[in-house]
Each structure stands twice: as structure tokens, then as C-alpha cells.
């Protein structure tokens, strides 16, 4: 069974472009989160989307948005990119919105320059 | 606001050495308690996890003992390999969402044959 997938793996974009990220789940998931973790730190909690509604979000700012389609899958939008924005962007999935474990994707790496 | 401590790095072992990460959290209800491990270009994977209170959590040689009195959950393996070297997260997970599942800033080891 294939694993938690995203796409693309690395990306390089200019400041002021937007990057659409996306995710497919584990097969039968219904949650997917997203994580931003910046070189040498840990994750940081971006969103959670569980049955296509938003159930977490985190301390970013309105220029990231994310949405899930009814086949599960999720995307994450980052707006009016900032070099601060470079980062390993990382998608998890669980059964539901209150599983205490999580499946993560390989990630994609975005390079802002 | 909940937090995890956690050993910085990075530590630098010799093949065979013991290993211990020291992790501790607030401990403000009761979390589930994981260890994730990132090998170099890859995302997270679940390492280990512990529900309750004198829970051990194992997988792959590593070990870590739920301890409520201390609020700790420390990573020991007794002897490393080079395909240990990787970095190593603890996470608390405080439940209702992800969003509460929060992440150490990592460990990074090195082991050397």
C-alpha cells in the first residue's frame, strides 16, 4: 500500500510568487495535516482538514490556505512568497481528526529566492 | 502553552556507544507520548509511543519509558549503529487535533563506525 504521497518533491520559487503543495493520504485517512519545519527545528503545525473542513489551524499568517477534496486529498497554498517561506513542507494523514498517530509524507522542499 | 525540551545537539557517538535523548514536557493534561526519527532527505517516521503512565515504547533496539512524575520521555538505545544516524524528534500529543501534537526542535546524532 503506498504511504502518505506529495508533490512536487523540491520546488524553487521568487518572493512574490504563490505555490500550490499537494498530498494524497494513506488509503481510507480522512485527516490530512500540514507542517512547515525550517532547517533545524521541528514542525510546525500549519492546518488540519478532516471530511473536507478545516479542524486546526496554526500560528501562520492569512497567506497560507490549504483545502481537502472529497477523495481526501489536500493542497497548500502559500501566497505573496517570502525567503522566509523556505522550508520542508510536510503532509501527515490519520483516520480521523483525533488519532493520536500520524503518517507523514517524504515532504517537499520549497527554496524561496 | 504546551512544550517539549529536548536534548540539543548534536551528539556524536562511536558504533556500539549507548544513547540517550532526554526529552520532558509540560504537563498539562495527559498526552500520548511519541518519538519520530527523519533520516537525512526524508520525512518523519514514527519511531515509538506511549499512552499512559509507565508505558515502555520500543521499536528497532530504542526504548523510552512513559514517566509521569518526572514529565520525561528520554530515548535510550543500548548499542548504535551508523544506520541510526539520523534526527530524532519527541512529541507530545495533547490531543482534540493535531494541532496539539507538538514537536521537539530535534536531536540530530551522528554515529561513526
Known amino acids: 500500500d503506498a504511504g502518505v504521497t506529495q508533490s512536487p518533491t523540491h520546488l524553487i520559487k521568487t518572493r512574490g510568487q504563490h505555490v500550490t503543495l499537494r498530498c494524497s493520504p494513506i488509503s481510507g485517512h480522512k485527516s490530512v495535516s500540514w507542517y512547515q519545519q525550517v532547517l533545524g527545528q521541528g514542525p510546525q503545525f500549519i492546518f488540519q482538514y478532516y471530511e473536507k473542513e478545516e479542524r486546526g489551524r496554526g500560528n501562520f499568517p492569512d497567506r497560507f490556505s490549504a483545502r481537502q477534496f472529497p477523495n481526501y486529498s489536500s493542497e497548500l497554498n502559500v501566497n505573496a512568497l517570502l525567503l522566509g517561506d523556505s522550508a520542508l513542507y510536510l503532509c501527515?494523514?490519520?483516520?480521523?481528526?483525533?488519532?493520536?498517530?500520524?503518517?507523514f509524507g517524504q515532504g517537499t522542499r520549497l527554496t524561496v529566492v | 502553552g504546551n512544550s517539549v525540551t529536548q536534548m540539543e545537539g548534536p551528539v556524536t557517538l562511536s558504533e556500539e556507544a549507548f544513547l540517550t535523548i532526554n526529552c520532558t514536557y509540560t504537563?498539562?493534561?495527559?498526552?500520548?507520548l511519541f518519538w519520530y526519527v527523519q533520516y537525512p532527505g526524508e520525512g518523519l517516521q514514527l519511531l515509538l509511543k506511549a499512552t499512559k503512565a509507565d508505558d515502555k515504547g520500543s521499536n528497532k533496539g530504542f526504548e523510552a519509558t512513559y514517566r509521569k512524575e518526572t514529565t520525561s520521555f528520554h530515548l535510550e538505545k543500548g548499542s548504535v549503529q551508523v544506520s541510526d544516524s539520523a534526527v530524532y524528534f519527541c512529541a507530545p500529543d495533547y490531543g482534540g487535533s493535531q494541532g496539539n501534537l507538538i514537536f521537539g526542535k530535534g536531536t540530530k546524532l551522528s554515529v561513526k563506525p
Open positions: 501527515a494523514s490519520s483516520w480521523t481528526d483525533r488519532d493520536t498517530e500520524a503518517f
Open positions: 504537563a498539562t493534561g495527559y498526552p500520548s
